[in-house]
């Protein structure tokens, strides 16, 4: 399951919020003197935050929290990522 969460947190990585702990070791994805205001203009918008993604290791449950039109492609992607790990 681990292996699964890390997979769609890789490949969303611009859609998790930057306290995901998915950034703990990469301290240094988000620029100094970054500009939340520049970072979300039309040219270049922010994503951040649109995607939570958790596991309950126990239960063999994935957790995922999107918007509506992205949800079937994560869970595709999920879905054959944890076919491929079995």
């Given at each position: 399951?681990?292996?699964v969460v890390e997979v769609v947190k890789?490949?969303?990585?611009?859609?998790?919020s930057v306290n995901d702990r998915a950034f703990?070791?990469?301290?240094?994805?988000r620029p100094n003197g970054f500009n939340k205001n520049l970072a979300a203009t039309a040219n270049n918008?922010?994503?951040?935050?649109?995607?939570?993604?958790?596991a309950d290791v126990e239960a063999n449950l994935?957790?995922?929290?999107?918007?509506?039109?992205?949800?079937?492609e994560i869970v595709k992607l999920?879905?054959?990522?944890?076919?491929?790990?079995?």
């Open positions: 399951m681990s292996d890789e490949v969303y990585r611009d859609l998790l703990s070791s990469y301290s240094s994805y918008p922010e994503y951040q935050g649109l995607m939570a993604v958790g994935l957790v995922i929290s999107a918007p509506g039109y992205l949800i079937d999920a879905e054959s990522v944890d076919t491929a790990v079995d």
